[in-house]
């Protein structure tokens, strides 16, 4: 059974940092790209960044360019978004979401809150 566990959501103050992390279980975990996802209370879930399986492609949303960097680390079987500058309008649950020709699994979840 594929197992996905995210981590490292909480609250924090606006301008401050988080870094999640999605730790992958019972996958060949450098042939899976991976993306994480938010959604916002009452909101539709959208695409935050992405990495190719090699971690040599990375995109973003236009929303959090320059403040927030996808990363993985295949030897520890982990991926990892850092989150800095936080704002408001970044506060949701986010998701981690990998994916390769075989199929495509979800995390739980782990919440971030960014209010005063």
């Known amino acids: 059974q594929v197992q996905l566990v995210e981590s490292g959501g909480g609250l924090v103050q606006p301008g401050g940092s988080l870094r999640l992390s999605c730790a992958a279980s019972r996958l060949t975990f450098d042939s899976y790209g991976m993306r994480w996802y938010r959604q916002a209370a009452g909101k539709e879930r959208e695409l935050v960044a992405g990495i190719s399986s090699t971690g040599g492609i990375t995109n973003y949303a236009d929303s959090v360019k320059g403040r927030f960097t996808i990363s993985r680390d295949n030897a520890k079987n982990t991926m990892y978004l850092q989150m800095n500058n936080l704002k408001p309008e970044d506060t949701a649950m986010y998701y981690c979401?990998?994916?390769?020709?075989?199929?495509?699994?979800w995390g739980q979840g782990t919440q971030v809150t960014v209010s005063s």
């Open positions: 979401f990998v994916y390769n020709w075989g199929g495509s699994y």
